[in-house]
Structures are given as structure tokens and as C-alpha cells.
């Protein structure tokens, strides 16, 4: 079946830098998205990488290789409003469907 | 602001009830999604429709059922609630053509208890 792998969890200090990896299943494979939720709200849009390369969106950027099925969201200057869970999010095929990681909770100390 | 609400945002049911979750979008989107979210789990697609009575079945759907009579509703139906239906139901919309990809909108979600 169609599944991502990342890290359940990720600790980093304020202003660090943070990356959090993404492994996907290849067959079918559209293009990558990453989503931030707080404290279990609705999950909010950072990022999408349809092609190779870095996509940046301010202090956050998100990198896509399709030759090694990976991908990895990108967090700098970290800060603590920036502690929450992350998702990768795959697109298989056509049609609209994410299929979503596990999540990776970032906790950011002072 | 996509314009997503879900009702209700919280409901204690007892095992064996039927519960129907709504969602609400006010900006005409053909495709909307229903997930639950577990512990462990990260989200996981129950249903999702591409239009007016077009719907289709996602990861989870076994024990579920959808309907959606009008653009703007999509509703989410347990026929007989179970305690592994405890969960919270995200709804959510994308503006996707159908033959590309696009950025998903989530609903501030439901919480549903089953005892």
C-alpha cells in the first residue's frame, strides 16, 4: 500500500534550525505536501513539491527528491510558537487524495 | 478562511447509536474530504466526494457512510456507533480540478466519544 515515514518526534532550541524527514512509497507517486496542526486544530497548508528541488516560503522551506523517494520540511530560526505536530502528505495518482504520515511532533525549548 | 465549519464539534454518544457528522463549505468547492485522526495515526481518509452524489470510499471506510445532496454539505454517518469510532473527524475541501493536485482545507474538526 501507500504509506510515508517521518519521526514521531523532534526536539530543537530557539532559533535552531530543524529538519524533519519524509520517506514515501514510490508507484503513483503525484507530489509532496507538509501540514502544521496545533495542540489537535485543523491542520494548516506550509508547503507542496510536485518537482525536485528546495520550494522556500519565508522560514520554512520544503525539499523534494523523486529519485530517492524522500522529501524534508525545513525550519529555521525556529521559535516556540513554531512546537507542533508536522504531517507529509502524499499525492497517489489523480483525484485529490493525500495519503498522510504519522506525524512529527516538534517541541522547541528556550 | 476557506470557509469550513463542521457540526457538532463535540458529541458523547453510546455504543450502537447512529451519529451523523455535517460539514458545511460556503465557496461552491467540488471536492471535500472526511478523515478521522488517532494517536499514532496521523489523519486517514474515510470518504471524499468529487461532486453532487459523487463520492467515493478512502482508507478507513468500513463502517461509514456519506452523503452529499447539495454543493455545500457533505455529511458523515456512523449507522451503528462503535467505541473504535472514538476519534476526531476533520472535514476538509480542495479546489482540485480533478487532474491536478491542490491544497486541501481542513474544518476545525469534530470530537467524537463513544462509550
Same mark, same amino acid.
Given at each position: ?17 530543524? *529538519?524533519?524527514?519524509?520517506? !514515501?512509497?514510490?508507484?503513483?507517486? !503525484?507530489?509532496?505536501?507538509? !501540514? *502544521? ?38 525550519? *529555521?530560526?525556529? *521559535?516556540? /510558537? ?14 485529490? /487524495? ?10 522547541? /525549548?528556550? | ?5 463542521? +457540526? =457538532? ?11 451523523? @457528522? ?16 488517532? =494517536?499514532?495515526?496521523? @489523519? ?22 456519506? +452523503? ?7 455529511? @458523515? ?9 472514538? +476519534? ?8 482540485? +480540478? ?9 474544518? =476545525? ?5 463513544? @462509550?
Amino acid at each position: 500500500g501507500q504509506s510515508l515515514e517521518q519521526p514521531s518526534e523532534v526536539t530543537a532550541v530557539e532559533g535552531a534550525i530543524v *529538519q524533519i524527514n519524509c520517506t !514515501y512509497q514510490t508507484s503513483g507517486f !503525484y507530489g509532496l505536501s507538509w !501540514y *502544521q496542526q496545533h495542540d489537535g486544530g485543523a491542520p494548516t497548508f506550509l508547503s507542496y513539491n510536485a518537482l525536485d528541488g528546495l520550494e522556500e516560503t519565508g522560514r520554512f522551506s520544503s525539499f523534494l527528491s523523486r529519485s530517492d523517494s524522500y522529501g524534508y520540511l525545513l525550519l *529555521q530560526e525556529l *521559535q516556540m /510558537k513554531d512546537s507542533a505536530s508536522y504531517f507529509c502528505a502524499a499525492f497517489y495518482n489523480q483525484g485529490g /487524495k493525500l495519503i498522510f504520515g504519522q506525524g512529527t511532533e516538534l517541541s522547541v /525549548k528556550p | 478562511d476557506a470557509g469550513i465549519t463542521q +457540526s =457538532p464539534r463535540h458529541k458523547v454518544t453510546e455504543t450502537g447509536t447512529p451519529v451523523t @457528522l455535517r460539514c458545511h463549505q460556503t465557496e461552491n468547492h467540488r471536492y471535500m474530504y472526511w478523515y478521522r485522526q488517532d =494517536p499514532g495515526h496521523g @489523519l486517514r481518509l474515510i470518504h471524499y466526494s468529487y461532486g453532487v452524489k459523487d463520492t467515493d470510499k478512502g482508507e478507513v471506510s468500513d463502517g461509514y457512510s456519506v +452523503s452529499r445532496s447539495k454543493t455545500e454539505d457533505f455529511l @458523515l454517518t456512523l449507522e451503528s456507533a462503535t467505541s473504535s469510532q472514538t +476519534s476526531v473527524y476533520f472535514c476538509a475541501i480542495s479546489r482540485t +480540478s480533478g487532474d491536478t493536485t491542490d491544497t486541501q482545507y481542513f474544518g =476545525p474538526g469534530t470530537r467524537l466519544t463513544v @462509550l
